[in-house]
């Protein structure tokens, strides 16, 4: 057990459809980070937020966004879902000063 | 970060050492060698890093080259548990944790009873 938690395990919803996932990382994790994971991209960066601020992004999609509130939970919202949305999608945590990051157990997202 | 390349399976018997190679031959000098290791569809787990200096712990030790081109992740008793994608990842340190992690395609090691 990473000490990331992610919420839900599952999720099936339909085209065009608006999802939340969240995560809760570590305690003492200041840095949280979600990653998409599909069969044929492998695993991919979406974005990064340290203590509430957004730090990094990588390859998110204009209708997907995040946020990380002040007890240091983070959501993922991906709207107008596509077929192509369908992935696990994980949540990671870290410490300020290293980069070793921990990964929660996924949201798998079904998009039918 | 630096690009890494590394075998994309390899096989190892139950009990023997397994070591997985990886090269990253334009690595920077302040850019840390990462392993992970993700066993089918779960999160992937932190294993090991190291700069230049060889590192081990309890799950494994990480072989760094002098010139630091390449390095060699190895769990010294294989189980069948440690049948997972293993990923190698090159990056510098960063305090503030600015960006995250850059996975490839990674190696699939199949550990044979």
């Known amino acids: 057990d990473s000490g990331v938690t992610q919420t839900p395990k599952h999720l099936i919803t339909a085209t065009g459809q608006r999802v939340t996932l969240r995560c809760s990382p570590r305690?003492?994790?200041?840095?949280v980070y979600w990653y998409q994971q599909s069969l044929d991209q492998g695993l991919q960066f979406l974005i990064q937020y340290y203590n509430g601020e957004e730090r990094a992004k990588g390859n998110i999609l204009e209708r997907f966004s995040a946020q990380q509130f002040p007890d240091l939970h983070s959501e993922l919202n991906l709207s107008s879902l596509e077929l192509g949305d369908s992935a696990l999608y994980f949540c990671?945590?870290?410490?300020?000063?290293?980069?070793?990051?921990?990964f929660g157990q996924g949201t798998r997202l079904t998009v039918v | 970060d630096a690009k890494t390349t590394q075998p994309p399976s390899m096989d190892c018997a139950e009990g023997r050492a397994a070591n997985l190679p990886c090269n990253h031959s334009?690595?920077?000098?302040?850019?840390?060698v990462y392993w992970y290791r993700q066993i089918h569809s779960q999160g992937p787990q932190y294993i090991i890093h190291g700069l230049k200096n060889n590192e081990t712990n309890e799950m494994a030790s990480l072989i760094i080259t002098e010139d630091r081109k390449s390095s060699t992740l190895i769990l010294p008793h294989a189980t069948l548990r440690d049948t997972a994608v293993y990923y190698c990842i090159v990056r510098a340190f960063s305090g503030g944790g600015a960006d995250g992690l850059t996975f490839g395609k990674g190696t699939h090691l199949i550990i044979q009873p």
């Open positions: 334009t690595i920077s000098g302040n850019e840390y």
């Open positions: 305690s003492g994790d200041l840095s």
């Open positions: 990671a945590s870290g410490k300020r000063q290293n980069t070793e990051a921990f």
